[in-house]
């Protein structure tokens, strides 16, 4: 059974860099599929950030391009996020997926909030 | 890219069917076969219901069913139960391998 399982700092400061990991169990990274980002702010919907395949290849949300890095460490069975310069409205909860056709399997997701 | 256009809520009666819409343009809903629906208890972690417009995971009642029309998708669910009350969010793949979600659909069971 494939899980998967957010980690990271709750809290950011302002201006600094938002960095959360995804650990993959029950299913090698490098199957085959993509993986992605996915965050909810408190109370809205539902915004794709990112997504990266085993190879390193990424697509990222063009509204967040300049400030997002998605990479993967297949030895750790993990891929992770890195959001630059936060602000409040990067406040929400971040979920990683695993992509397919559709996002079918996702982490519980992590709260990050972003401090003045 | 846009949000897709989704109702903000939608309502319907034990046993009714209802139907929520999701709208973008040719360059996501109406331009590729995926589109995927997802239903999120609150406080809970999204889960997949419909992907590739019309087709459903394993596990997913049979009273879940998609289609889509130009640039216009939906998600029916007939037989309306009261555990069917939750959000509801599409999403489609776009151009230049972007995904785009809708602002989702609050649905009530009266």
């Known amino acids: 059974q494939v899980q998967l399982q957010e980690s990271g700092p709750g809290l950011v400061k302002s201006s600094e860099t938002l960095s959360l990991t995804c650990v993959v169990s029950?299913?090698?990274?490098?199957?085959?599929?993509?993986w992605g980002w996915i965050r909810q702010p408190p109370g809205k919907g539902l915004e794709w950030i990112g997504s990266?395949?085993?190879?390193?290849?990424?697509f990222y949300n063009p509204s967040l391009k300049s400030r997002v890095t998605v990479s993967v460490d297949m030895s750790k069975k993990q891929f992770s996020l890195k959001l630059s310069s936060v602000t409040a409205a990067d406040t929400a909860i971040y979920y990683c997926?695993?992509?397919?056709?559709?996002?079918?399997?996702w982490g519980q997701g992590t709260m990050v909030t972003v401090s003045p | 890219q846009s949000a897709l256009t989704q109702p903000a809520s939608v309502s319907g009666s034990p046993g009714q069917s209802i139907t929520i819409s999701c709208t973008g343009t040719?360059?996501?809903?109406?331009?590729?076969?995926?589109v995927s629906w997802y239903q999120q208890y609150p406080g809970k972690t999204p889960r997949l219901m419909i992907y590739?417009?019309?087709q459903r995971p394993s596990g997913v009642s049979v009273r879940f069913s998609g289609s889509k029309s130009g640039n216009t998708a939906s998600l029916t669910i007939s037989g309306l139960q009261a555990e069917d009350e939750a959000d509801y969010y599409c999403?489609?793949?776009?151009?230049?391998?972007?995904?785009?979600f809708g602002g989702g659909t609050k649905l009530t069971v009266l």
């Open positions: 997926a695993r992509l397919d056709d559709a996002f079918d399997i």
């Open positions: 029950g299913s090698s990274i490098s199957s085959g599929y993509y």
């Open positions: 990266i395949y085993h190879s390193g290849t990424t």
């Open positions: 040719n360059s996501d809903v109406g331009g590729y076969k995926y």
């Open positions: 590739d417009v019309s």
């Open positions: 999403c489609s793949y776009a151009s230049n391998n972007n995904y785009v």
